[in-house]
């Protein structure tokens, strides 16, 4: 940022008046809303008219279909932004509900223009999708009339669309509100603060043993508080989605996510396999952590605890530049976006009150820039998480040439472009120590990351394949998602720890997001396939960028197992895959009890 020719540094709060200034109410934004509107009813219109097939009608029928999404895109980016700054913009929470009532309204004419290609006979349509005009689209066009014979009828579908707005996302929104007006109370560094849930996380590294458990036990008790709500909103989600699985007939929960992720159910379970076998490793490292705090057994609020001194805490400059000079030793462009994220104000950073905790990465299609947000406090998991948010932004960019409609890749390839970044920056900070103790905590930042990776995530996984197991059977109480999840936890990490978090369901958000089933096995997937691309690329050396965004170019346009086929060489569906990716976290396992002897 410069002022007055001086450059002070970046800042840490992002810009999102280049793109509607006045923020909530922002005029250009009432603009774009009333255009996307316009553009919904044309698009309904022009569908209805849409009753024979031809290639000409086909590519009519995808301009105005990517301009509406671009618009929706554009207006849900700029909405989750005003509303992740600050959770009290209540005009925010008003425009997110008229975005989702649009959206249900082009969904169901996007659904039945999907219909009427599903209809076309195989011969006529393998001759449509292999014309010069669709060739380019063909696995999306493909993957789009492949999910229409799955649905119900389009009055159907489109009566699910319109009970969704307010039977199913209204209760995700919901969940925002009321996370939104929680508060703590708690005493740091001699200071009594109040606190949101988003900054009362990040205590939970800090060096203060009795700091970090008060955390834990005021959070723990603002969610059981809340517990009741929380278990009928969850109950409310899960039973909508059943229902209309059902209805549809399908039998598989993971049907959806699945099929989201472009991923094979063969490639899932070789994956938890692969982590299952080498869960031991992490139980060692848990293990002897406990031994350096002087316990028997970690406690839950001791996971994230620092065993080691570094100094390598950095302002948001010194990670901004670390983050940038390790990127370019992978490649220049990498690099050269990066600082233009930096230098464009795309990020919001500053640790302040009334943020929503987390951090994600958004996409504005239609000026073809990112937002990234987060809270730093200069740690450095946070330059990592930067650097992750920075990888998915990246992603986006590599796709810029890429028709609209391939660029739509899916949430477990999104999160290997992050990881990717995210590693870069975490092997260069190893590399750097400068005394074996900053080494320890290095290394072990890495391996808190293989924990919540292989074990948090996995908990996650397990106790939402159990939550959807009992809720076909009816309402699950708070008490029994308490024991479910605490169940799962004891399972995934091993019963390595002391005490467990019951109300973890309570307090991830991903449990609660309405846009796909499942938030939580893309994470590991990404994890675990960005390290074979990360292996190649260390192998390789800086001539590796080119084939890393061909990669990259190609995630949208091909299935996971197809693409690390061509990509890697490799058959995701066999455990071999998973298992030399869990070697390279076990060796930091191994590291970490070497240096800790």
Same mark, same amino acid.
């Given at each position: 940022?410069?002022?007055?020719?001086?450059?002070? +540094?970046?800042?840490?709060?992002?810009?999102?008046?280049?793109?509607?200034?006045?923020?909530?109410?922002?005029?250009?934004?009432?603009?774009?809303?009333?255009?996307?509107?316009?553009?919904?009813?044309? #698009?309904?219109?022009?569908?209805?008219?849409?009753?024979?097939?031809?290639?000409?009608?086909?590519?009519?029928?995808? %301009?105005?279909?990517?301009?509406? !999404?671009?618009?929706?895109?554009?207006?849900?980016?700029?909405?989750?932004?005003?509303?992740?700054?600050?959770?009290?913009?209540?005009?925010?929470?008003?425009?997110?509900?008229?975005?989702?009532?649009?959206?249900?309204?082009?969904?169901?004419?996007?659904?039945?223009?999907?219909?009427?290609?599903?209809?076309? *006979?195989?011969?006529?349509?393998? *001759?449509?999708?292999?014309?010069?005009?669709?060739?380019?689209?063909?696995?999306?066009?493909?993957?789009?009339?492949? $999910?229409?014979?799955?649905?119900?009828?389009?009055?159907?579908?489109?009566?699910?669309?319109?009970?969704?707005?307010?039977?199913?996302?209204?209760?995700?929104?919901?969940?925002?509100?009321?996370?939104?007006?929680?508060?703590?109370?708690?005493?740091?560094?001699?200071?009594?603060?109040?606190?949101?849930?988003?900054?009362?996380?990040?205590?939970?590294?800090?060096?203060?043993?009795?700091?970090?458990?008060?955390? #834990?036990?005021?959070?723990?008790?603002?969610?059981?508080?809340?517990?009741? !709500?929380?278990?009928?909103?969850?109950?409310?989600?899960?039973?909508?989605?059943?229902?209309?699985?059902?209805?549809?007939?399908?039998?598989?929960?993971?049907?959806?996510?699945?099929?989201?992720?472009?991923?094979?159910?063969?490639?899932?379970?070789?994956?938890?396999?692969?982590?299952?076998?080498?869960?031991?490793?992490?139980?060692?490292?848990?293990?002897?952590?406990?031994?350096?705090?002087?316990?028997?057994?970690?406690? =839950?609020?001791?996971?994230?605890?620092?065993?080691?001194?570094?100094?390598?805490?950095? /302002?948001?400059?010194?990670?901004?530049?670390?983050?940038?000079?390790?990127?370019?030793?992978?490649?220049?462009?990498?690099?050269?976006?990066?600082?233009?994220?930096?230098?464009?104000?795309?990020?919001?950073?500053?640790?302040?009150?009334?943020?929503?905790?987390?951090?994600?990465?958004?996409?504005?299609?239609?000026?073809?820039?990112?937002?990234?947000?987060?809270?730093?406090?200069?740690?450095?998991?946070?330059?990592?998480?930067?650097?992750?948010?920075?990888?998915?932004?990246?992603?986006?960019?590599?796709?810029?040439?890429?028709?609209?409609?391939?660029?739509?890749?899916?949430?477990?390839?999104? %999160?290997?472009?992050?990881?990717?970044?995210?590693?870069?920056?975490?092997?260069?900070?190893?590399?750097?120590?400068?005394?074996?103790?900053?080494?320890?905590?290095?290394?072990?930042?890495?391996?808190?990351?293989?924990?919540?990776?292989?074990?948090?995530?996995?908990?996650?996984?397990? #106790?939402?394949?159990?939550?959807? %197991?009992?809720?076909?059977?009816?309402?699950?109480?708070?008490?029994?998602?308490?024991?479910?999840?605490?169940?799962?936890?004891?399972?995934?990490?091993?019963?390595?720890?002391?005490?467990?978090?019951?109300?973890?369901?309570? /307090? $991830?958000?991903?449990?609660?997001?309405?846009?796909?089933?499942?938030?939580?096995?893309?994470?590991? #997937?990404?994890?675990?396939?960005?390290?074979?691309?990360?292996?190649?690329?260390?192998?390789?050396?800086?001539?590796?960028?080119?084939?890393?965004?061909?990669?990259?170019?190609?995630?949208?346009?091909?299935?996971? %197992?197809?693409?690390?086929?061509?990509?890697? +060489?490799?058959?995701?569906?066999?455990?071999?895959? =998973?298992?030399?990716?869990?070697?390279?976290?076990?060796?930091?396992?191994?590291?970490?009890?070497?240096?800790?002897?």
């Amino acid at each position: 940022m410069k002022k007055g020719g001086l450059i002070l +540094g970046y800042s840490e709060v992002w810009d999102l008046d280049v793109f509607f200034s006045g923020g909530s109410e922002s005029s250009e934004f009432r603009d774009h809303m009333n255009n996307l509107q316009e553009k919904v009813v044309a #698009f309904a219109e022009e569908e209805r008219k849409f009753i024979q097939p031809t290639v000409h009608n086909i590519v009519n029928m995808i %301009e105005p279909a990517t301009s509406v !999404m671009m618009y929706l895109r554009q207006a849900g980016a700029f909405i989750g932004c005003l509303q992740a700054q600050n959770m009290n913009d209540r005009k925010a929470d008003a425009l997110r509900g008229e975005l989702t009532s649009l959206s249900a309204t082009f969904q169901v004419s996007f659904n039945s223009f999907q219909q009427k290609l599903s209809q076309t *006979d195989d011969d006529v349509w393998n *001759d449509f999708i292999q014309d010069e005009a669709l060739r380019d689209l063909a696995f999306v066009l493909k993957e789009w009339r492949e $999910k229409a014979k799955e649905k119900l009828s389009n009055e159907e579908e489109a009566l699910i669309q319109s009970l969704a707005v307010d039977g199913y996302h209204g209760w995700g929104e919901m969940y925002d509100t009321v996370v939104g007006s929680m508060a703590i109370e708690v005493e740091v560094d001699g200071e009594l603060k109040t606190l949101s849930v988003g900054q009362a996380n990040n205590l939970a590294s800090h060096k203060n043993p009795a700091v970090r458990q008060e955390v #834990f036990k005021k959070l723990e008790a603002a969610w059981q508080e809340k517990e009741e !709500m929380f278990a009928r909103t969850l109950n409310h989600l899960g039973g909508f989605r059943l229902q209309v699985y059902d209805a549809r007939g399908w039998e598989e929960v993971l049907k959806e996510p699945l099929s989201y992720n472009r991923m094979k159910k063969e490639t899932l379970d070789a994956m938890w396999g692969a982590i299952s076998e080498k869960r031991e490793a992490f139980v060692g490292y848990l293990n002897r952590k406990a031994e350096l705090l002087g316990k028997e057994k970690l406690s =839950w609020s001791d996971l994230s605890a620092p065993i080691a001194t570094t100094t390598n805490n950095m /302002s948001f400059d010194e990670g901004a530049h670390f983050i940038e000079k390790h990127f370019r030793k992978f490649g220049n462009e990498m690099a050269d976006f990066t600082k233009q994220a930096f230098e464009q104000e795309w990020i919001e950073a500053e640790d302040r009150p009334g943020k929503r905790p987390g951090g994600f990465c958004t996409l504005f299609p239609l000026s073809e820039q990112s937002r990234i947000f987060m809270t730093y406090s200069g740690t450095m998991s946070n330059v990592a998480t930067l650097a992750h948010e920075l990888g998915h932004a990246f992603h986006s960019y590599a796709l810029r040439p890429m028709h609209t409609l391939n660029r739509n890749y899916a949430m477990n390839v999104a %999160e290997t472009a992050s990881t990717f970044a995210e590693m870069i920056v975490a092997d260069a900070a190893v590399k750097e120590a400068n005394t074996n103790e900053e080494k320890v905590a290095l290394v072990e930042d890495k391996l808190q990351r293989s924990v919540a990776f292989f074990m948090n995530i996995h908990a996650r996984f397990l #106790f939402e394949t159990r939550f959807y %197991e009992e809720r076909k059977q009816g309402m699950v109480s708070a008490e029994r998602l308490n024991e479910l999840m605490e169940a799962a936890q004891k399972e995934a990490y091993g019963d390595s720890l002391s005490d467990y978090h019951p109300h973890f369901w309570a /307090s $991830k958000l991903h449990f609660y997001i309405t846009g796909v089933p499942f938030y939580n096995f893309p994470y590991t #997937f990404g994890y675990l396939f960005s390290l074979s691309i990360y292996a190649k690329a260390i192998e390789e050396g800086e001539g590796y960028e080119q084939k890393y965004i061909n990669l990259l170019r190609d995630t949208a346009v091909m299935t996971v %197992e197809e693409l690390a086929m061509k990509h890697l +060489g490799e058959d995701i569906t066999q455990k071999d895959f =998973w298992e030399k990716g869990m070697n390279l976290c076990v060796q930091d396992a191994e590291e970490f009890l070497r240096l800790t002897k």
